[in-house]
T-cell receptor
Framework: DVKVTQSSRYLVKRTGEKVFLECVQD?????MFWYRQDPGLGLRLIYF???????EKGDIPEGYSVSREKKERFSLILESASTSQTSMYLC???????????FGSGTRLTVV | QKEVEQDPGPLSVPEGAIVSLNCTYS??????FMWYRQYSRKGPELLMY????GNKEDGRFTAQVDKSSKYISLFIRDSQPSDSATYLC?????????FGPGTRLSVLP
């Protein structure tokens, strides 16, 4: 069964901490994405990557950075966590764009 | 105007009802249309995938695309409590991929 695995289901961090969210896919997909999902706002794209060491800003990149050192791994970094970054974070991968995305189970991050 | 509009619900129906979920969009360039189902505290999972206008059926689910009206629908026949979830439409062309905000559906036993 193909998978996108996010390292943590629930995470609680303090304001100002540096936070790492990890995502690994086993489908040899080229494309990987980070979204956040908030009630009433839907899915919002933070960053994406179409290749190793490549990254592109999405719609809401402020306060975030990413790293893709290996094809299967895409990390989201919150440089200095704030309460406004409390959210559900979803990682996804795809091969091209016509077959849809495969999502991970999500990480619910709470910043206190 | 948002690129993709979807009624957020919540939509509550009795078990066995036919459910109709809809999205409208503004960009006529969209070519690929998808429906995702998201259970509470889980990531979205791809449910249906269609290309261009027409219908596609998979078991109790039918996806319908009307490109002339920029309107897509997902029909669920004989709805079950296990269908209770949030349904997100999505559409793409080239490298552009857009999700609707999702409709929350509850199927009551």
């Amino acid at each position: 069964d193909v998978k996108v695995t996010q390292s943590s289901r629930y995470l609680v961090k303090r304001t100002g901490e540096k936070v790492f969210l990890e995502c690994v896919q086993d489908m040899d997909h080229e494309n990987m994405f980070w979204y956040r999902q908030d009630p009433g706002l839907g899915l919002r794209l933070i960053y994406f990557s179409y290749d190793v060491k490549m990254k592109e800003k999405g719609d809401i990149p402020e306060g975030y950075s990413v790293s893709r050192e290996k094809k299967e791994r895409f990390s989201l970094i919150l440089e200095s966590a704030s309460t406004s970054q409390t959210s559900m974070y979803l990682c996804a991968s795809s091969q091209g764009h016509i077959n849809g995305y495969t999502f991970g189970s999500g990480t619910r991050l709470t910043v206190v | 105007q948002k690129e993709v509009e979807q009624d957020p619900g919540p939509l509550s129906v009795p078990e066995g009802a036919i459910v109709s979920l809809n999205c409208t969009y503004s960009n006529s360039a969209f070519q690929y249309f998808m429906w995702y189902r998201q259970y509470s505290r889980k990531g979205p999972e791809l449910l249906m995938y269609t290309y261009s206008s027409g219908n596609k059926e998979d078991g109790r689910f039918t996806a319908q695309v009307d490109k002339s009206s920029k309107y897509i629908s997902l029909f669920i026949r004989d709805s079950q409590p296990s269908d209770s979830a949030t349904y997100l439409c999505a559409m793409s062309y080239g490298q552009n991929f857009v999700f609707g905000p999702g409709t929350r559906l509850s199927v009551l036993p």
